[in-house]
T-cell receptor, first 115, second 109 residues
């Protein structure tokens, strides 16, 4: 597609509920990143894929967070047993190059509110 | 671990004035990128700097990478209302990526 597509745009979850956030990167982009952005803060790195391989998941805040990209294109970020502190905008970004980055293209994000 | 600091956190600018925002890293970087995020929007890529001392210009925006590759600056001349937003640096320390907290820019007509 023309850009990075994320769905849903907004998600309200009850505390304890599981959620799944989808990212459809630009076609052919090898690298895919997930970031978490709290209000008024910079994006915080969560995880990085190169094709289907998850090369870095050091930013995932707990074992309740899980990401996958099984066929090297669409990615899903899953959060189990959501907590209020998980409320944030989850941004997905993709890039054409492996290793060195020549600029990410970000999606519009999913705003998750846990009540 | 690596620390990235952006200053100032907030910048109020009169339309037509110049301003500079700075990004400082505690570790040497392989490259640095700058992004702009409009209110309610997502980060949009502006530029990448790779070489020590590199200077790049985009119209009224001038980006500089320090000689030691630990800091960078973004200078905007003749600020316009379209410059409103938050400017983030994204540091790359050989595969470890970290965004700064951003400089939020407010422009007064």
């Amino acid at each position: 597609g023309a850009g990075v597509s994320q769905s849903p745009r907004y998600k309200v979850a009850k505390r304890g509920q599981d959620v799944a956030l989808r990212c459809d990167p630009i076609s052919g982009h090898v690298s895919l990143f997930w970031y978490q952005q709290a209000l008024g803060q910079g994006p915080e790195f969560l995880t990085y894929f190169q094709n289907e391989a998850q090369l870095d998941k050091s930013g995932l805040p707990s074992d309740r967070f899980f990401a996958e990209r099984p066929e090297g294109s669409v990615s899903t970020l899953k959060i189990q047993r959501t907590q209020q502190e998980d409320s944030a905008v989850y941004l997905c970004a993709s890039s054409t190059r492996t290793g060195l980055h020549y600029g990410y293209t970000f999606g519009s994000g999913t705003r998750l509110t846990v009540v | 671990g690596q620390q990235v600091m952006q200053i100032p956190q907030y910048q109020h600018v009169q339309e037509g004035e110049d301003f500079t925002t700075y990004c400082n890293s505690s570790t040497t970087l392989s490259n640095i990128q700058w992004y702009k995020q409009r209110p309610g929007g997502h980060p949009v890529f502006l530029i990448q700097l790779v070489k020590s001392g590199e200077v790049k210009k985009q119209k009224r925006l001038t980006f500089q990478f320090g000689e030691a590759k630990k800091n960078s600056s973004l200078h905007i001349t003749a600020t316009q209302t379209t410059d409103v937003g938050t400017y983030f640096c994204l540091t790359d320390s050989w595969g470890k990526f970290q965004f700064g907290a951003g400089t939020q820019v407010v422009v007064t007509p």
